[in-house]
């Protein structure tokens, strides 16, 4: 048998070493996969953080921290609340006094442990039973006390679980409601509940990529294959993210966009290599030849689209601040790792299974000769009729498709940005049930105060009288409290604290900052540099440096995905059409964001969170994955019609050929993608919860109305000018692969092994 012997450094050249050497590779990933696990479990927890940091720009409300931790009370330790309440007695009585005096101890006590070099609790204060000092409710029936945990956020969880303990021990004895609420105890609900969410989203992926890949592939023995693949990139993304947190700490979150990206991008570019190596094996190519000319054009095409989907997720590294970061930096991992295995450890597993690869078929689906079949001949009917219709209607198919989105994305002007606040966290938080309280009885901005820091307060007599005009004017904000006013010992700046009773993600909060900050600051006429601070500034500097960056990050992925596709297709016109479908799909799924988390719409339904503004961090990030992801099919799917063309010449025919014979394919992988980002859209967060609507929703869209209608309408009515290019472009190298061309003929070898 003759096969074709590419250069080894080219997607052929690789596929063809890896098959002939199997169990060597076989054998260098499991041992990499083990030492990854082992990274991973040692360095994960150092690597991840719950903190939200700036990278390069320091924004007005970092400022103030900044100056707060150096001149008055060095790096900020967390407070959290404690709330007691009773239905029938007041303070003022002897067992309620017991009862928070008891607390009081208790929680002192854990003041003498340190864990790891931190302090438990550095300072409990005591319950003030005296209504004056505002530690008591109107109706004498709640107090409060607060307990300033020892170091940084990320120690003060680790170390919260005895508090709560004691908190939980507490609460419902005698009749008292005791609960905790602050930074630290909503954190770590945040770190237990994204822990659930992504398991969820891991089982409903796998087991809907089971069921889809057993329905394309039509056999069980191939099944696994895609899944092995997805978890081995997902484990050594994890590791090399371990690794990189060493030097710049990484949210959180990283673990879950890892695994959520992972398995997408994993299974969908095994199911296409896959699917190509069947069809390659039933026209009868010698396995070897089959595994080499697979590598020369399916994983050809993968290699492209992944480094499309690279391209841009580094848009989101632009951005200077730890989360998109950490977002951006694990969806790049597993995206890269995913093309990594797909292009060596996939072949050395074809050619481990040979023709075993169709063992198992499934009944009814398992009838089918293949995947080629199931392309071609199995869903024919169905994707001819879809084609057929494009191709003779591509006017008509345009302004109703196109239409459609266009009408979508017009909701996208109503979109609000904003962060998920504690309002919008699940009901049975222990967190969220004191936030009720404190916001019925205390003030909500106790949780965390709105700090105006006043730099240069030394040697300017002019700063106490400026502060007591601000503290005037604050008088006409009824949603502010009682503000109180110190200096530091050095005496170099000032600090005014003020309360706002109010979520402090909400829009009132929002609102009431910014008047501060363009009213009530300016009115004030303060002799020094004011900066404003506190949980609620940081979002609002956050949502900013998002929607100064968005148009930023859009033109960089935009201008490198232009580049890159003129490479790869040598024309002009698909990169500007790819784009043009491409934004379309992402301003529709953008409008349905708005439709049914902001305005409502269906949100019961699907058991989703309305929320009074979009979080400000998703726009950004689903326009960096989303156009990743719609550049995959896109390129997997030109990349068949190019390769038609190329032979043929008819541009029509080549159009319903691409269409054709990538429909179970790009159809079953899109299935998958939407089912793993449903999965995480099912979760409790409202954040999760529109991140994983918008992928899902993004990759339906593309999958349907843009490739089943807008691709062939258009190239259709293009014809031959789909693949111009300029003359002056000519240099642009030529990758495709033709007939013949990958490169000189040898006798196939065997196993080396």
């Known amino acids: ?31 990499t996969v083990v030492a990854s696990v082992a990274i991973a479990s040692a360095l994960c927890g150092s ?23 150096e001149h008055l009370r060095g790096p900020q330790d967390t407070t959290e609340i404690l709330i007691v309440q009773s239905a029938e007695i007041t303070v003022d009585q002897p067992a309620f006094q017991e009862r928070v005096n008891s607390l009081s101890a208790a929680i002192a006590l854990e003041g003498e442990k340190v864990v790891d070099g931190i302090r438990v609790v550095e300072e409990p204060s005591d319950f003030n039973l005296d209504p004056a000092a505002g530690q008591v409710s109107g109706d004498g029936h709640a107090a409060i006390m607060f307990i300033r945990m020892g170091g940084e956020l990320d120690d003060a969880i680790d170390n919260i679980p005895p508090i709560r303990a004691i908190v939980e021990e507490a609460n419902g004895e005698d009749g008292f409601e005791v609960l905790i609420v602050g930074s630290v105890s909503l954190g770590e609900d945040l770190n237990k509940i994204a822990e659930q969410d992504l398991m969820v989203g891991e089982g409903l992926g796998i087991l809907a990529a089971l069921i889809i890949l057993a329905i394309v592939f039509g056999t069980l023995a191939s099944t696994w294959i895609p899944i092995v693949m997805a978890i081995f990139s997902i484990i050594l993304a994890i590791a090399a993210a371990a690794i990189i947190g060493q030097v710049q700490q990484v949210s959180f979150f990283i673990v879950n966009m890892i695994t959520m990206i992972g398995l997408a991008v994993g299974i969908d570019y095994s199911l296409f290599i896959v699917s190509r190596y069947r069809e390659e094996r039933e026209a009868g190519v010698e396995k070897i030849e089959a595994i ?23 848009g989101m590294l632009i951005v200077p601040t730890s989360i998109f970061f950490s977002l951006g930096l694990g969806a790049i991992l597993v995206a890269i790792m995913a ?50 219709w494009s191709m003779n209607h591509p006017v008509v198919g345009i302004v109703i498709a196109g239409g459609a989105l266009l009408v979508l994305a017009s909701f996208t002007f109503d979109m609000k940005l904003g962060s998920a606040g504690i309002s919008t966290f699940p009901d049975h938080l222990e967190g969220v049930q004191g936030f009720r309280i404190l916001q019925d009885e205390f003030s909500v901005g106790l949780i965390a105060e709105t700090e105006i820091v ?10 106490d009288e400026a502060v007591g005009r601000l503290q005037e004017s604050f008088a006409s904000e009824p949603s502010l409290g009682d503000s109180s006013y110190v200096t530091s010992p050095d005496g170099e700046i000032g600090v005014l604290s003020v309360p706002i009773n109010a979520d402090p993600a909400s829009d009132a909060a929002y609102e009431v900052v910014q008047r501060i900050r363009d009213i009530h600051v300016p009115h004030a006429n303060i002799p020094a540099d004011v900066y404003v601070g506190g949980s609620t500034a940081e979002t609002i500097d956050f949502i900013n440096l998002t929607e100064y960056w968005l148009p930023v990050v859009m033109g960089f992925i935009l201008t490198l995905s232009f580049v890159l596709l003129t490479v790869v297709f040598r024309s002009i016109v698909v990169p500007v059409k790819a784009i043009i479908m491409n934004l379309l799909s992402v301003g529709a799924t953008y409008g349905l964001l708005v439709i049914v988390f902001q305005n409502g719409v269906g949100s019961d339904l699907f058991g989703f969170v309305e929320v009074e503004a979009i979080e400000s961090w998703v726009p950004l990030f689903l326009f960096a994955v989303l156009f990743g992801l719609s550049m995959d099919y896109h390129v997997i799917l030109l990349s068949r019609i190019r390769e038609r063309y190329d032979q043929t010449g008819d541009n029509p025919e080549s159009v319903a050929y691409g269409v054709r014979t990538t429909a179970g394919m790009i159809t079953g992988a899109a299935i998958i993608m939407v089912a ?26 593309d999958a349907t109305v843009v490739r089943s209608i807008l691709v062939p309408c258009s190239m259709r009515l293009l014809g031959d000018a789909n693949w111009y290019l300029p003359g002056f472009l000519e240099w642009v190298p030529d990758l495709r692969v033709r007939e013949g061309t990958i490169g000189t003929q040898v006798s196939a070898g065997g196993d080396s092994d």
């Not at 720009?57 to 103030?64: F, G, L």
């Not at 199931?374 to 009729?385: I, K, L, P, R, Y």
């Not at 999965?679 to 899902?696: D, K, T, Y």
């Open 1 to 31: 048998m003759e096969v074709y012997m590419a250069s080894a450094f080219s997607t052929a050249g690789l596929a063809r070493s890896s098959a002939l050497h199997p169990k060597r590779m076989l054998a260098v990933w499991l041992v």
């Open 47 to 69: 690597a991840i953080t719950n903190e939200v940091e700036p990278l390069r720009e320091i924004p007005e409300s970092i400022v103030a921290t900044n100056l707060l931790e």
């Open 292 to 314: 080499e000319r697979t590598g020369s054009t399916a994983s050809r095409a993968v290699f492209f689209s992944g480094v499309t989907v690279v391209i841009a997720l580094i």
């Open 339 to 388: 093309i990594i295995a797909t292009l060596t450890l996939l072949p050395a597993l074809l050619s481990l299974m040979g023709d075993k690869i169709n063992s198992w078929r499934v009944p009814l689906v398992g009838r089918r000769s293949g995947a080629s079949n199931a392309s071609n001949e199995g869903a024919g009917g169905f994707w001819n009729a879809i084609t057929g």
């Open 454 to 463: 006043i730099d240069g307060v030394a040697g300017n007599p002019g700063v």
């Open 676 to 701: 793993v980002f449903l999965g995480f859209a099912l979760g409790q967060l409202s954040m999760f919860q529109q991140m994983g609507f918008g992928l899902a929703v993004a990759v339906f869209l």
